[in-house]
């Protein structure tokens, strides 16, 4: 227990209004974990994989209602709806905790309430910051351990300071209908009931890392987004670092854990983060990102040996599956995995699974929830407390159709208006319709805690504070041709428009400009060693076709009709500009 007496009283509190029968306070040891682990196999929350096959490693099963983030039970308790902005949704505080607090009322009888004190980020660092989770799930303080740095060095961190994330999670009976995820950015406070699934309990994640941590960015001249970090090393020993927003789903995990293919001799991708940046403007003007996480907690489905090798080495061993498919012989199984599906086994639900059934045997949103530090390509520098200073920044849709594979915008305002119209097909990560196109700002359309028409304002403001700002560019690994056919390979091959992107920044290649920016030169990008892609087939998928651009900026309104009192009139200027050049 620490002696911020803060910490204790807020905690005296809570445990009043959920009545659980213990309080446990979580250390973060190794010999805790141990214990813990052993309680939820005895409770039956997890059950042990092979230990010669998955040493350390455990699978799990969510209750069927409860698989994806709810974006519909998620709401950000502001003052007045406009602080909120259109695109979330909002209750008034005093309403929300009221009906929170009647929910969570003697919500832990019978149960424990763990206290699991985390640090997100380094150590040290200006930009890291303490929470707090109050949880009766036993499953939550697992994952927490692995996905934040849990225990003992955050009360360190905290001192007898006083502002802490206060995080209130309670499972109470997982029904849909009493599942709330709330958060009141004014008070700095989360209270999650009625689901039990990762980005929605996990508070430490999606609640704090990015809604509040993007007020608080606001107030204090600093951003938190949807993005992974990642330095590129030149064989030369140049190492460069991007940050790149795709939506939830639309590989972060692998293109963070990248590989190069044989024609990069020589290179290397080294991973800072797969899904969250914090940044902020340094002392030289340049801007600096860390990763306030500890682990990945990555989509399952697709993860294999060719795609993402890195990742099949980091979820070797102490890592929890949720919602894979298992095996009698305690092997996980998923779709998109090496190898043949298992002749038989029990489905994420738990139901007997051959490959002649028809369902899924893993939900396409099954998980991983892997430590930091089993990825071989882990960058050392994740533990800098100043951390990485960032060349380029990149947003990235998943397309069929309309946006090119890469393009560079023209300046920052550009850039951010690139960033502000992102779109792309949505996927199993929220409930939902998968597949249709929705605009996605910066991939921070779930996840921004303030009005978004601000957001894209205090976007164009830290302009100003930075005297070398990073480049801003956009990419799409996804366009189809007129056959359904993938225009690019994807994957590994991705490392050649990530060289464009460093060599752009360096000043090292030309580009021709677009009406969309900048755009690679055959001669300036690396196609050497690629079977079937010349330069016929960059112009093909660099094509831009105005029809499909009509209807793109007529879907782009859509958002920007939603948000217009608030919208930056950079915004709306570049608009006009794009439509004047297309
Ligand atoms: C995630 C998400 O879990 O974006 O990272 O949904
Ligand atoms: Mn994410």
């Given at each position: 227990m620490p002696e911020n007496s803060t910490v204790t009283s807020w905690v005296k509190e809570m445990v009043e209004l959920c009545q659980p029968d213990q309080v446990f306070w979580c250390d973060g040891s190794e010999e805790e974990k141990k214990t813990?682990?052993?309680?939820?196999?005895?409770?039956?929350?997890?059950?042990?994989?092979?230990?010669?096959?998955?040493?350390?490693?455990?699978?799990?099963?969510?209750?069927?209602n409860d698989v994806a983030r709810v974006e519909q039970c998620t709401y950000i308790c502001t003052e007045t709806e406009e602080e909120a902005g259109p695109t979330n949704?909002?209750?008034?505080?005093?309403?929300?905790?009221?009906?929170?607090?009647?929910?969570?009322r003697g919500g832990m009888k019978g149960r424990t309430l763990y206290v699991i004190p985390y640090l997100m980020g380094p150590p040290g660092s200006p930009l890291s910051r303490v929470g707090v989770e109050l949880t009766d799930s036993l499953y939550v303080v697992l994952n927490m351990r692995i996905m934040t740095r849990m225990g003992a060095i955050a009360w360190e961190e905290l001192g007898d300071r006083s502002d802490f994330n206060r995080g209130l999670h309670c499972l109470l009976d997982v029904d849909p209908a009493r599942r709330y995820i709330c958060h009141f950015p004014q008070d700095n406070t989360i209270i999650s009931v009625g689901s039990g699934y990762g980005g929605n309990v996990l508070l430490g994640k999606k609640c704090l890392a990015l809604r509040i941590a993007s007020w608080l960015g606001r107030k204090e001249g600093w951003l938190a987004e949807h993005m992974l970090i990642l330095g590129v090393e030149s064989p030369e020993g140049e190492r460069t670092f991007v940050?790149?927003?795709?939506?939830?789903?639309?590989?972060?995990?692998?293109?963070?854990?990248?590989?190069?293919?044989?024609?990069?001799?020589?290179?290397?991708?080294?991973?800072?983060?797969?899904?969250?940046?914090?940044?902020?403007?340094g002392p030289d003007g340049r801007l600096y990102a860390?990763?306030?996480?500890?682990?990945?907690?990555?989509?399952?489905?697709?993860?294999n040996g060719k795609s993402n090798p890195n990742a099949m080495a980091t979820i070797a061993r102490d890592t929890i599956f949720t919602n894979t498919a298992l095996t009698a012989d305690g092997d996980v199984w998923w779709e998109g995995m090496d190898g043949p599906p298992p002749a038989e086994c029990l489905d994420w639900k738990g139901e007997r699974w051959t490959p002649a059934s028809k369902e899924k045997a893993a939900h396409p949103n099954s998980r991983f929830t892997a430590p930091m530090r089993n990825n071989p390509m882990l960058a050392s520098e994740v533990e800098c407390a100043s951390g990485v200073p960032i060349s380029a920044l990149i947003f990235g849709g998943r397309r069929a159709t309309t946006l090119p594979l890469v393009c560079e915008a023209f300046n920052w305002v550009h850039g951010v208006y690139l960033g502000a119209t992102m779109g792309s097909e949505t996927t199993a990560a929220a409930t939902g319709a998968v597949g249709q196109v929705r605009r996605d700002p910066m991939a921070m359309l779930p996840f921004c805690g303030y009005n978004m028409g601000g957001y894209f304002r205090h976007w164009l403001n830290l302009r100003k504070r930075m005297k070398f700002p990073p480049r801003i560019f956009q990419v799409n690994w996804f366009r189809k041709g007129a056959e359904g056919e993938y225009l690019w390979p994807g994957f590994g091959e991705n490392m050649r428009v990530l060289r464009w992107i460093i060599d752009r920044c360096h000043g090292r290649v030309g580009a021709n400009e677009t009406p969309l920016g900048w755009s690679p030169r055959p001669q300036d990008f690396d196609l050497e060693g690629m079977t079937g892609f010349g330069p016929a087939e960059l112009e093909r998928v660099q094509n831009i076709n105005i029809e499909e651009w009509r209807r793109e900026v007529i879907s782009q309104d859509e958002l920007f009709m939603r948000i217009y009192s608030f919208l930056p009139k950079e915004m709306i200027f570049q608009r006009e500009l794009l439509v004047a050049r297309l």
């Amino acid at each position: 227990m620490p002696e911020n007496s803060t910490v204790t009283s807020w905690v005296k509190e809570m445990v009043e209004l959920c009545q659980p029968d213990q309080v446990f306070w979580c250390d973060g040891s190794e010999e805790e974990k141990k214990t813990l682990e052993r309680l939820a196999v005895e409770k039956g929350l997890l059950t042990p994989l092979n230990p010669s096959r998955w040493p350390g490693c455990f699978h799990h099963r969510s209750n069927p209602n409860d698989v994806a983030r709810v974006e519909q039970c998620t709401y950000i308790c502001t003052e007045t709806e406009e602080e909120a902005g259109p695109t979330n949704n909002w209750m008034a505080p005093a309403s929300a905790y009221r009906i929170l607090k009647n929910l969570a009322r003697g919500g832990m009888k019978g149960r424990t309430l763990y206290v699991i004190p985390y640090l997100m980020g380094p150590p040290g660092s200006p930009l890291s910051r303490v929470g707090v989770e109050l949880t009766d799930s036993l499953y939550v303080v697992l994952n927490m351990r692995i996905m934040t740095r849990m225990g003992a060095i955050a009360w360190e961190e905290l001192g007898d300071r006083s502002d802490f994330n206060r995080g209130l999670h309670c499972l109470l009976d997982v029904d849909p209908a009493r599942r709330y995820i709330c958060h009141f950015p004014q008070d700095n406070t989360i209270i999650s009931v009625g689901s039990g699934y990762g980005g929605n309990v996990l508070l430490g994640k999606k609640c704090l890392a990015l809604r509040i941590a993007s007020w608080l960015g606001r107030k204090e001249g600093w951003l938190a987004e949807h993005m992974l970090i990642l330095g590129v090393e030149s064989p030369e020993g140049e190492r460069t670092f991007v940050a790149a927003a795709f939506p939830s789903a639309c590989g972060k995990t692998n293109f963070a854990m990248m590989i190069p293919p044989d024609r990069f001799k020589g290179w290397k991708i080294w991973t800072v983060g797969d899904d969250i940046a914090w940044m902020q403007p340094g002392p030289d003007g340049r801007l600096y990102a860390i990763n306030p996480e500890n682990g990945y907690f990555g989509v399952a489905p697709g993860t294999n040996g060719k795609s993402n090798p890195n990742a099949m080495a980091t979820i070797a061993r102490d890592t929890i599956f949720t919602n894979t498919a298992l095996t009698a012989d305690g092997d996980v199984w998923w779709e998109g995995m090496d190898g043949p599906p298992p002749a038989e086994c029990l489905d994420w639900k738990g139901e007997r699974w051959t490959p002649a059934s028809k369902e899924k045997a893993a939900h396409p949103n099954s998980r991983f929830t892997a430590p930091m530090r089993n990825n071989p390509m882990l960058a050392s520098e994740v533990e800098c407390a100043s951390g990485v200073p960032i060349s380029a920044l990149i947003f990235g849709g998943r397309r069929a159709t309309t946006l090119p594979l890469v393009c560079e915008a023209f300046n920052w305002v550009h850039g951010v208006y690139l960033g502000a119209t992102m779109g792309s097909e949505t996927t199993a990560a929220a409930t939902g319709a998968v597949g249709q196109v929705r605009r996605d700002p910066m991939a921070m359309l779930p996840f921004c805690g303030y009005n978004m028409g601000g957001y894209f304002r205090h976007w164009l403001n830290l302009r100003k504070r930075m005297k070398f700002p990073p480049r801003i560019f956009q990419v799409n690994w996804f366009r189809k041709g007129a056959e359904g056919e993938y225009l690019w390979p994807g994957f590994g091959e991705n490392m050649r428009v990530l060289r464009w992107i460093i060599d752009r920044c360096h000043g090292r290649v030309g580009a021709n400009e677009t009406p969309l920016g900048w755009s690679p030169r055959p001669q300036d990008f690396d196609l050497e060693g690629m079977t079937g892609f010349g330069p016929a087939e960059l112009e093909r998928v660099q094509n831009i076709n105005i029809e499909e651009w009509r209807r793109e900026v007529i879907s782009q309104d859509e958002l920007f009709m939603r948000i217009y009192s608030f919208l930056p009139k950079e915004m709306i200027f570049q608009r006009e500009l794009l439509v004047a050049r297309l």
